[in-house]
C-alpha cells in the first residue's frame, strides 16, 4: 500500500505564490508519473500538471507559465509552484501518483488551495 501526503495549501491573494508538495509512503519500487489535479467547487476534477521519471513534464494549457511542477525522487516528493495565482485557482488541489510500474494509482487527501481577490 502506498500513502499519499499533500501540503503547502492555504490562503493567499491574488498574485500571490505557493508551493505544494506531495510525499509517497509505503511499497513504492518505482515512481512512474506523478500529477497535481485540482477540484473548484461545483466543477470536475482536471489536470493540472504531470511530471514523468524521465523528468518530462506536461501541463494543461492555460496553466502554462504560471505553475511548475518538479520531483525529488531520492525523497519521493514532487511539488507544483503555482505563481501569479488569480482567485479562479481556488480548489482543492490532489496528488496522484502511477507506480511501481504503472500498475497501481493514488490519490492524496487533497489541499485546499483559496485566493482572494
Known amino acids: 500500500q502506498v500513502q499519499l501526503v499533500e501540503s503547502g495549501g492555504g490562503l493567499v491573494q491574488a498574485g500571490g505564490s505557493l508551493r505544494l508538495s506531495c510525499v509517497a509512503s509505503g511499497s513504492i519500487f518505482s515512481m512512474n508519473t506523478m500529477r497535481w489535479y485540482r477540484q473548484a467547487p461545483g466543477k470536475q476534477r482536471e489536470f493540472v500538471a504531470e511530471i514523468s521519471r524521465s523528468g518530462r513534464t506536461n501541463y494543461a494549457d492555460s496553466l502554462k507559465g504560471r505553475f511548475a511542477i518538479s520531483r525529488d525522487e531520492a525523497k519521493n516528493t514532487w511539488y507544483l509552484q503555482m505563481n501569479s495565482l488569480k482567485p479562479e485557482d481556488t480548489a482543492v488541489f490532489y496528488c496522484?501518483?502511477?507506480?511501481?510500474?504503472?500498475?497501481?494509482?493514488?490519490w492524496g487527501q487533497g489541499t485546499q488551495v483559496t485566493v482572494s481577490s
Open positions: 496522484n501518483l502511477l507506480c511501481n510500474a504503472y500498475t497501481e494509482n493514488y
